[in-house]
């Protein structure tokens, strides 16, 4: 390729890429989904009780049944797309689905790449070890193997608080962490307290939580520029907040009351 032709094939390719930088983004309003007929939601099925499966295999949880209020209230069909920690955001970020009813805790680096509503939902992110390992806080766990699903909340808080050197084991999901704590890869895990639960309820009285890692508030996620349906959103969790609607499926899932969130 001789001086000219590389000159001209570096000035398409910037073309290109700026072309690529100004395209809009992709911009729905409820009108639209409404005129399509569904909605795409993106949910977990491996963080019980908030995403999990049911008897058919297909997703269920608090989670599900939250998307299937909104629904409801929208007057359209809902398609629940079982979504992992780690893709959530890009199959949301690269129109797989429209909305993510996952889990998804606020966090300011996830506010730059998506929109969050008001919240939906919360929970309490632990630190759980077997009964007989004496860890009373962050300096304790140094010596330790300690386990977390990637590219989690309590992947980021325990990152934060975990002495340097720690060894941090990190896992596809909550479920292989959970498993590498009952088979002894590892002598902890970050975990919410309803993970806990479940482990608790497969190991009765072996394990315990040890010390807060984070409480955390979990929102809707939309694309970024969606001033129509962030509102059609947070009008749904007031609506459903004050009627008591999200309370209810709450206390079927988590046996407790929504807790009281900003």
Sequence with gaps: MNSLSRRAFAALGLAAAVSLAAAPAFSQTVADLKKKGEINVGLLVDFPPYGTTNAQNQPDGYDAD?????????GMKVNLVPVTGPNRIPFLLTNKVDLLIASLAITPERAKQVQFSKPYSA??????GAKDKAIKGPADIKPLKIGVARASTQDVALTAIAPQGTEIRRFDDDASAMQALISGQVDAIGCSTTVAA???KREPGKYEPKFVLKQQEMAVAMRPGQADLLKAVND????NTANGELNKLYRKWLESDLPKMQ
């Design 66 to 74: 939250v998307a299937r209020l909104l629904g409801k209230d929208w």
């Design 123 to 128: 929970a309490t992110i632990v630190l759980l």
């Design 198 to 200: 479940q482990i608790n």
């Design 236 to 239: 749904f969790v007031a609506k």
